[in-house]
């Protein structure tokens, strides 16, 4: 049936569904609800990150077919079906995805007290909207998880967030299920014109070129808001800053890569030509979206809209990545959009780390912290430098290769994805200074202790894993190298084809 | 052998700054020494083992990326331009490794401090080993970092927190433009390994890129990475402020590591600058501004770190400019022969602020040579080599470098010859008013400090004695193979010479008083330092009344800060928050917000409509019917 052996996808997909219904089953006193929430939550998250390890062990490196493939019958008569399977591209998102969630509730442990139960709950549901969403190799059955991920997403923000949750977390649902509505609309299409939403059917789909223009911006307008994009950027930094600090690792983490992973896995293969077309588009808004945030970046006084901002920076980067149609480009967007994955949830977590301390996340209440906790400032130096692009942290190789394969596009969309690095130090640095260096001024800081052991367990992984991807990447860049070419191979051949027929 | 010279600084670093905490101070910091120690030992040997015995090597690491022909290696390249810069790094940075032993014994984070210090070395050690572009963007970047964490070392300073960020943001700038270069010669040569780059640029002489030739395209992005990283003028600003750091890091910035980064790109590069005379002439122009506008300035600084960081400024630009005519291969000498005697004008100044009780300004010294007689005649040796004096180290390599100016034969060279002769002049004016303001004269510390002035111990002696041999001696002994009859054999292909590139042979057949010119330049200037601040004190007053114009454009160094601050830095943080709270706050976030308030209003006009009143309902349904109807009588609605 595939490698495993077993339907291992539809696993890791309905396992924390399965954990989600113990947590709801166990009844009695609150205290004790919680806890065994917590463990549960914590062994299932765990249980499923180590079955996605055989993705990472038997993955094929050498081809760019989907693996592990499951295909059901579902609704046969639309051409609908349950088809699940992973190629290079996604097959590590789904392992991010598996390997944050244990870490989320980890940094969950103390940090969440009010509905537990529900929490974890919620945790657990937004993990199985997440693998299947990377896994689905079903439109419809793509856009149901897709969507779905915001429901849980959408909880937690409006449940545990902090004073001003509830507008973020609407701000978060009408922007990106805006875009989504168009791009149902581009789903009903496509289902009426090829007879069936399947992934790889669609590819051999051919789309006429003056529909490809709409379906790309139907599809543009619900990527670029996941993404996000300038300007549909805004409701980042609102969720980011209202979420509790589980829920912005997540969002930074997984959920900020769904807009650009909808970009590789529709727009380029379906809509060749479009692609290629508004392909200057998409630079101009990336170019605009690194700089433009970056300094928005630097003029904030709360840590996770800084680093909110920052992230929409690095996406610019990814966009331009995936639209430069070269190995470099894609594959360096790729990386960038993993070691994004790791490194700002990492910095989320560090937020959160001060944040679980004095409740506050204004830079200003903070300052001279190194002085008291010293691995604290050693972890969040590290992160720090790794958001900044330092070599031999993992998003350098991404910013990197992006920037080289944009070169060979046009120098002038290098220049300014380079001019990231520049702005991108200053206000990381800012950053820094302000909250770790410094003489303590404030009576209220000098009790701060160090990071826990819990902490730590929660930042090793992260640490080792950043450092891994920046001094050998090779071996994640051998996971996507064969999707990556054959991503390249058939844009290249579809333009042909294209300009072969223009010019007939 | 090859390995460890790399690696063993990383392993000092590691663990002195993972398990320092448990190992104790001493343990930590003499881990690193001893493990600097070997890594000299090491550097040492494969210096030995590439120049005279089995040539160059390349030790493969690890694969660092492979993406869709962009082939990138972990490597350790062992040439002979690789293998002097690791001799000379490891070897001084293990001096100052013991020195800071001595220097630092008083500090609360030991380990934290030769962590950093070993971090730094290694970093070096990883760039001038790259065998490819990316490796030594790594080190570069590397580097960068180290640097940034041992100028804010003292982080609760709000200066020094503010020079390590400077220090950091302006070479990235630089790197921004090192990074493109990087782009672009993959995009041109479709690999960044320097065998493949070299081997290929006879193909690539015309090849055109928007329409400039593709190679000065590269060699003038390079450079201006190498502009950050140098401190050449244009982004110096961060050196001298990276005085805040404590000594030791200055001098291993300043003589072994980081600075001299750029000069060794433009040597590695020489493959590619050969073919690029508009780049060499920029290089040059450059250089030569650079020597003599960090001169300038040295020569009226009070801050005894201040003025050495000039010194180094002005220093560089002569290696810069002796790269731009061609002259690469004394371009790596002076680089040698400045590392020694850099290293111990650094080292010694610390031991002077050591002496005084961390005292930095010149104006509040004087009086105290009897008192620190080692550290005085270190100081001596020092400036000495730094003038240029003859048989001193500074002598042959400057001297080389204004005859290769010379022997250009070209605008900018003479250009450069002019700059360089004017701060020679400058470089020995600024040197003795730095020993005798430092040292002579009537003491104007306070009697507090000047009870407890004494001289160093033992442990930051030893490393002063080693440099000040090296500064004496390192001149005449490595003349001959650096540039002189050897330097073929010694070299061996490292660094290129394109065949119309003479200059390493004319620079030999200069006029007669070419050669001698410098040294009396520099004996000119102490002459003048010694009228002024030895015999006419008023002089330097009278002077700077006089000219107070120049004097305060020299004091605020020629006010490129206070420029950068007004164009640069204060547009950026205002556009920043315009974008913010205009950009994002007032007209994208208005967008939405705005559609959600018309829709709220709209309800709430709609809800109004419904009052309940059967009077209204039936006066509406009255209005419409006449409208159809009318509609309906006119015609249009048929």
């Known amino acids: ?504 | 052998m090859y390995v460890g010279a790399i690696f063993f600084p990383l392993l000092g670093a590691t663990i002195s700054g993972f398990l320092g905490r448990w190992i104790g101070d001493r343990a930590a910091q003499w881990s690193t020494v001893v493990c600097m120690a070997l890594a000299a030992a090491c550097g040492i040997l494969a210096f030995i083992e590439t120049v005279m015995g089995n040539g160059a090597t390349t030790v493969r690491i690890a694969t660092w990326m492979n993406v869709g022909g962009l082939e990138v290696a972990w490597a350790l390249r062992y040439d002979t331009i690789a293998a002097v810069m690791v001799m000379m790094v490891t070897f001084v940075s293990t001096l100052i490794h013991l020195y800071s032993v001595g220097y630092m014994s008083h500090d609360a984070t030991i380990p934290r401090f030769f962590a950093y210090l070993s971090l730094f070395t290694f970093m070096m050690l990883m760039l001038v080993t790259a065998d490819n572009l990316a490796q030594l963007f790594f080190g570069w970047e590397g580097v960068g970092l180290a640097s940034y964490l041992l100028i804010g070392y003292w982080y609760e300073k709000e200066s020094a927190n503010a020079a390590a960020m400077k220090a950091f943001i302006v070479n990235r700038v630089g790197d921004l433009f090192f990074m493109l270069g990087i782009a672009l010669t993959f995009h041109v040569f479709g690999s960044i390994e320097f065998d493949v780059i070299f081997a290929a640029v006879p193909q690539h002489l015309d090849t055109a890129f928007l329409g400039v030739p593709a190679l000065e395209l590269v060699a003038v992005l390079l450079f201006l990475g190498a502009c950050g990283k140098s401190a050449q003028i244009g982004l110096h600003t961060w050196l001298p402020d990276a005085m805040e750091g404590p000594t030791p890091v200055s001098a291993l910035i300043h003589a072994a590591t980081m600075v001299t980064a750029g000069v060794f790109l433009v040597c590695r590069m020489s493959p590619i600058f050969e073919y690029a005379p508009t780049a060499l002439a920029i290089v040059t122009f450059v250089g030569a501004t650079t020597a003599f506008f960090a001169a300038t300035i040295g020569c009226v600084q009070n801050d005894i770190k201040r003025v050495i960081a000039y010194s180094t400024c002005s220093q560089l630009g002569y290696m810069f400019f002796a790269a731009g005519v061609g002259a690469y291969q004394v371009a790596m000498f002076h680089l040698f022969t400045h590392a020694f005697f850099k290293a111990l004008l650094f080292l010694g100044a610390g031991s002077v602020i050591h002496a005084m009780s961390d005292e930095q300004d010149i104006r509040r010294m004087g009086g105290i040579w009897r008192k620190i007689p080692v550290t005085y005649g270190v100081m001596w040796v020092g400036s000495l080599a730094l003038a240029g004096i003859p048989f001193f180290a500074g002598y042959y390599s400057k001297d080389a470098i204004l005859e290769a100016a010379f022997a250009a034969h070209s605008a900018v060279g003479m250009y450069a010859f002019v700059c360089g002769m004017a701060a020679a002049v400058l470089t020995a004016f600024y040197s003795w008013r730095l020993l005798i303001l430092t040292f002579h004269g009537a003491p104007r510390a306070d009697h507090h400090t000047m009870e407890h002035v004494h001289e160093s111990p033992a442990v930051m002696l030893l490393p002063l004695l080693v440099l000040a041999a090296g500064a004496i001696g390192a001149g005449w002994l490595f003349y001959p193979s650096f540039i002189g009859a050897g330097e073929h054999a010694f070299w061996a292909g490292s660094i290129h010479n394109a065949e119309h590139n003479h200059v390493l042979h004319d620079m030999h057949e200069v006029p007669a008083w070419v050669p001698i010119a410098p040294a009396v330049a520099g004996a000119v200037g102490i002459l003048t330092a010694y009228v002024m601040y030895m015999f006419a004190p008023a002089v330097p007053a009278m002077l700077a009344t006089r000219l107070r114009g120049l004097y305060l454009f020299l004091l605020n160094k020629w006010y490129f800060d206070e420029l950068y601050d007004r164009i640069l830095v204060r547009p950026t943080l205002a556009t920043a928050r315009v974008f913010w709270k205009t950009g994002d706050a007032r007209i994208i976030d208005g967008m939405p917000n705005g559609a959600a308030a018309l829709v709220a209003e709209a309800s709430r006009g709609a809800v109004r409509l419904q009052t309940g009143r059967v009077a209204n309902y039936a006066f509406t349904m009255i209005i419409g019917l006449v409208i159809f109807v009318s509609l309906f009588l006119t015609g249009l609605a048929r």
């Open chain 1, 1 to 504: 049936m595939n490698a495993a052996g077993f339907p291992i996808l539809s696993l890791l997909t309905f396992l924390p569904l399965v954990g989600a219904a113990i947590i709801l089953s166990v009844r009695g006193d609150a205290a004790v609800v919680a806890q065994n929430a917590r463990w549960t939550a914590l062994w299932t998250s765990l249980v499923v990150f180590v079955l996605s390890l055989i993705l990472w062990a038997r993955f094929d490196h050498g081809t760019a077919d989907f693996q592990f493939v499951e295909r059901l019958e579902w609704l046969p008569a639309f051409g609908v079906g349950y088809h699940m399977g992973v190629d290079g591209i996604s097959v590590l998102f789904i392992l991010l995805s598996t390997a944050l969630t244990p870490i989320c509730i980890l940094a969950s442990w103390e940090a969440i007290g009010t509905r537990v139960r529900e929490f974890m709950v919620a945790f657990l549901v937004l993990e199985t909207m997440m693998v299947g969403m990377f896994s689905a190799l079903d439109f419809v059955l793509f856009y149901i998880f897709f969507e779905g991920v915001l429901i849980p997403m959408f909880l937690i923000i409006g449940v545990w967030g902090h004073d001003r949750r509830v507008y973020a977390a609407f701000k978060l649902f009408l922007y990106t299920l805006l875009g989504s509505v168009l791009m149902l609309l581009a789903l009903l299409y496509l289902w009426y014109t090829a007879g069936t939403t399947d992934i790889p059917e669609l590819f051999r789909h051919r789309i006429p070129a003056a529909a490809q223009t709409w379906i790309f911006f139907a599809f543009l307008a619900s990527f670029a808001v996941k993404v996000p994009m300038w300007p549909v950027h805004t409701w980042l930094p609102d969720a980011h800053v209202e979420a509790p600090t589980a829920g912005s690792v997540i969002l930074a983490g997984v959920l900020l890569k769904m807009g650009a992973y909808g970009f590789l896995r529709f727009s380029l293969p379906m809509l060749p030509d479009a692609s290629a077309t508004f392909a200057p588009l998409i630079f101009a808004l990336s170019v605009i979206a690194v700089i433009y945030t970056s300094l928005v970046a630097l003029a904030q006084d709360n840590m996770k809209k800084l680093i909110a901002y920052s992230s929409v920076a690095h996406m610019g980067i990814v966009t331009i990545g995936i639209f430069t149609f070269n190995a470099q480009g894609i594959s360096g967007a790729l990386f960038t959009m993993l070691a994004h994955g790791v490194v700002s949830s990492a910095l989320f977590l560090c937020v959160g780390v001060l944040y679980d301390r004095r409740h506050s996340l204004e830079i200003a209440s903070y300052g001279g912290v190194a002085k008291i906790m010293p691995g604290y400032a050693l972890v969040f130096m590290l992160f720090t430098m790794a958001s900044v692009g330092l070599p031999g942290t993992a998003n350098f190789v991404g910013e990197f290769l992006v920037i080289v394969g944009a070169w060979r596009v046009n120098p002038w969309v290098a220049l300014g994805a380079a001019t990231g690095m520049i702005l991108g130090a200053a206000y990381m640095l800012l950053l820094y200074r302000r909250i770790a260096f410094g003489r303590i001024t404030r009576d209220d800081l000098r009790a701060l202790l160090d990071l826990s052991p819990r902490e730590y367990a929660i930042f090793v992984p992260l640490v080792l894993l950043t450092l891994w991807m920046g001094v050998y990447p090779q071996s994640f860049l051998s996971f996507f190298t064969a999707s990556v070419a054959g991503l390249v191979e058939r844009h290249e051949a579809a333009l042909g084809a294209a300009r072969l027929a223009a010019g007939m």
